[in-house]
């Protein structure tokens, strides 16, 4: 069994656990031990793990990063008005070769997986993300993922696998499972044309910094679509972490990258949250510690609603157009708007009817306008393909 190979808990930190009041999350989340060993994942909800391994990085890591020092900073902070069960299974360190490395943490992803526990991923390198991925197969047919980052991370078609390269991978290895990738956060001068003009080929999304900061609430229909979340700490500014070396100054604030990780938590479809390229620095930990919380906050107020199946919760609105007859609904309880994207059939059904896509009031509102969403026509040639 792959959980064979999970390290428990840092005695460091379960000493400081000790010594916090009734309120801290470090009381209330089951962990990993020497003395008891694994938590019971019957009734858990959210599993942290660590994952030591950074022999992919693309600039080679100095030291390594300290996952036992964001746990420190984590369990500090106060627990919410949550019902989920938190456990913490502890570590997975460096295999003999990373493709080692890799296998438990897709096993291990995909256990939980399918104990819909969704697993909080803390590790140095993003190119965790493709274990991760790997985890879906055989459990899911089509996969969206979405990568909060500064770069597109496709690399060079010469690199096998690294965190600079690891999109390359899941794009082109079989079996290709993604349907969907989305990135949110880039920096124009960190990619090359190339690199963005890939992306609108293959009818990915891409949000820039820029429009991003600018509206935060753009990419809750992206995260509310995604089973992957991939977030490079890297996407943050360095005046946010402690002004590290490999930061930029340019990036999300503190604020605004714990907004995207709560939306990522309150999206139903989200199965597996990941955090990479940390690196040391108290105030590193200390952000790391506080993203996690959002997202934990916002599993918490997560609310599943399919239109279709729920039709009384939800407004319908048909907007005819010169080219096609777009179809919204709007939520009555959250506010959350869909459109229907006739090429993709819903897997919530085994009827042949339309996949509905996560989208905007602004949306739709372009919509009345005769203005198609991008979105909606990248989703529908996509269906077409």
Same mark, same amino acid.
């Given at each position: ?135 879906? %197969?055989?459990?899911? #047919?089509?996969? $969206?993922?979405? !990568? +909060? ?7 060079? *078609? /010469? &690199? ?12 082109? %290895?079989?079996?290709? #499972?993604?349907? $969907?990738?989305? !990135? +949110? ?7 090359? *044309? /190339? &690199? ?190």
């Amino acid at each position: 069994m792959a959980f064979d190979f999970l390290v428990p808990v840092a005695d460091k930190v379960l000493a400081h656990c000790e010594l916090l009041p009734s309120q801290a999350l470090g009381k209330k989340v089951y962990k990993h031990t020497k003395r008891d060993g694994l938590p019971v994942l019957a009734m858990a909800s959210i599993a942290i793990l660590g994952v030591n391994e950074s022999r992919n990085a693309f600039e080679k890591k100095a030291e390594q990063l300290d996952v036992s020092a964001i746990r420190l900073e984590l369990y500090k902070l106060m627990l919410g008005n949550w019902n989920s069960t938190i456990v913490d299974l502890g570590d997975i360190n460096a295999g003999k070769e990373v493709s080692d490395t890799y296998f438990v943490v897709k096993e291990i992803v995909a256990g939980l997986t399918e104990e819909n526990i969704v697993p909080i991923v803390i590790g140095p390198t993003q190119d965790i993300t493709y274990p991760c991925y790997r985890a879906f %197969d055989g459990l899911k #047919n089509m996969i $969206n993922l979405v !990568s +909060i980052d500064s770069r597109f991370d496709f690399g060079n *078609q /010469e &690199e096998l696998i690294s965190s600079n390269s690891y999109m390359s991978k899941i794009i082109t %290895d079989e079996p290709n #499972n993604l349907f $969907n990738f989305s !990135s +949110i956060g880039y920096q124009s001068y960190l990619n090359s *044309q /190339e &690199e963005i003009d890939l992306m609108e080929r293959l009818f990915f999304d891409a949000y820039r910094l820029g429009d991003v900061i600018s509206d935060i609430t753009l990419v809750e229909p992206l995260l509310r679509n995604a089973n992957i979340v991939s977030l490079d700490a890297r996407a943050i500014r360095a005046s946010e972490v402690g002004m590290l070396d490999n930061f930029s100054p340019n990036g999300f604030t503190g604020r605004e990258i714990c907004a995207i990780a709560r939306y990522a938590g309150i999206s139903d479809k989200v199965a597996v949250f990941g955090l990479f390229e940390s690196e040391n620095s108290n105030q590193s930990f200390q952000l790391m510690a506080q993203i996690i919380w959002y997202f934990i906050e916002g599993y918490n107020f997560r609310v599943k609603e399919i239109p279709y199946a729920n039709k009384e919760d939800f407004t319908k609105y048909i907007v005819p157009s010169e080219s096609e007859e777009l179809v919204f609904y709007k939520s009555n309880l959250t506010d959350r708007w869909w459109v229907e994207v006739p090429s993709i059939l819903d897997s919530y059904n085994k009827s042949e009817i339309a996949a509905l896509l996560p989208c905007t009031k602004e949306d739709y509102i372009e919509a009345t306008n005769q203005n198609i969403p991008e979105r909606w026509f990248k989703a529908f040639k996509k269906g077409l393909n």
